[in-house]
């Protein structure tokens, strides 16, 4: 553990790709239009943190903690959050690129994502009971003995879901958005 901690830091138009992101605990800090596309961003500690309009791009975050931390307008094409602490874990995405992104494994029950892209993300053998997916895109998303149990996908759309592959006990979904859990049968559906 380090020693660093920082509360309540503003953090604006920072581009880490250049000045190192200190180790440590970061606590109610707010970053904006900050560029951590690509870094080691691995084992630091996000508690309560909002990240607006920010670049997280192939960022590793081995080890790195999220606990209540939002992220909004964000680009956060290809991170792996499987590898993140997995204690006390808890995010939101709102308006996020989030492509190619891996969710493997991760409990992660009670995440909200709104108006995101979610297509080629992997959400393998996840625990997402009782997720809110508002309005997101899915294309080509890979759900595989994943539990979405009681998560809503009312506004979703382009998802594939095998209900005989995944736990969808009480999920939500709308009479528009009902094949994508009938795509595996090949059935035509008017």
């Known amino acids: 553990m380090t020693d660093n901690y920082f509360d309540s830091e503003e953090y604006s138009k920072i581009d880490f790709t250049k000045t190192k992101i200190e180790k440590g605990e970061y ?86 994502f709104k108006d995101c892209n979610l297509q080629e993300v992997d959400f393998t053998e996840s625990m997402l009971t009782n997720a809110v997916f508002d309005n997101c895109d899915f294309k080509g998303a890979v759900f595989g003995r994943t539990n979405i149990e009681k998560s809503d996908f009312r506004t979703a759309y382009n998802f594939n879901i095998n209900p005989e592959k995944n736990q969808i006990k009480g999920a939500k979904f709308s009479k528009e958005n009902i094949v994508g859990l009938l795509s595996e049968y090949k059935i035509v559906v008017e």
Do not use: R, W
């Open 27 to 112: 606590e109610n800090c707010m970053f904006s239009n900050c560029n951590f596309e690509g870094i080691h961003a691995s084992n630091i500690q996000f508690i309560e943190c909002e990240f607006f309009d920010c670049n997280f791009s192939n960022t590793i975050v081995d080890h790195t903690a999220f606990k209540d931390v939002n992220f909004i307008n964000c680009k956060m094409i290809g991170v792996k959050f499987n590898g993140c602490d997995p204690f006390l874990l808890q995010f939101s995405f709102k308006e996020c690129q989030l492509s190619f992104a891996s969710f493997y494994q991760l409990k992660i029950p009670k995440t909200t």
